[in-house]
């Protein structure tokens, strides 16, 4: 049974900062790409950022300098380094595991981040 499970999110002051962690299982985890995306209220689900198995990564515009995506094959664990959070990035945040060679794609179930004063 896959299970990614994402940890980390909450309340959070504009500035501050965040650290969001998904534990996964049930995979063979260096080969899957791993990814990070958000589903605000009334806006699509859009890929934050992801890291692929050779650990290349990728981010959207409106993150980068700010967060930064990381593995451990170790530990089956990819991370989400949130810095200089905005009220724009509260939304619901879902770890994405893909193999794109065989098509299986999987997906947590979502931790809140809230960026409010």
């Known amino acids: 049974q896959v299970q990614l499970v994402e940890s980390g999110g909450g309340l959070v002051q504009p500035g501050g900062s965040l650290r969001l962690s998904c534990a996964a299982s049930g995979i063979i985890f260096n080969i899957y790409s791993m990814g990070w995306y958000r589903h605000a209220p009334g806006k699509q689900r859009e890929l934050v950022a992801n890291?692929?198995?050779?650990?290349?990564?990728n981010y959207a515009d409106s993150v980068k300098g700010r967060f930064t995506i990381s593995r451990n094959n170790a530990k089956k664990r990819v991370y989400l380094q949130s810095d200089s959070l905005k009220p724009e990035d509260t939304a619901v945040y879902y770890c994405?595991?893909?193999?794109?060679?065989?098509?299986?794609?999987?997906w947590g179930q979502g931790t809140q981040v809230t960026v409010s004063s």
């Open positions: 994405s595991a893909d193999h794109l060679r065989s098509g299986l794609g999987y």
């Open positions: 890291v692929t198995s050779s650990g290349s990564t």
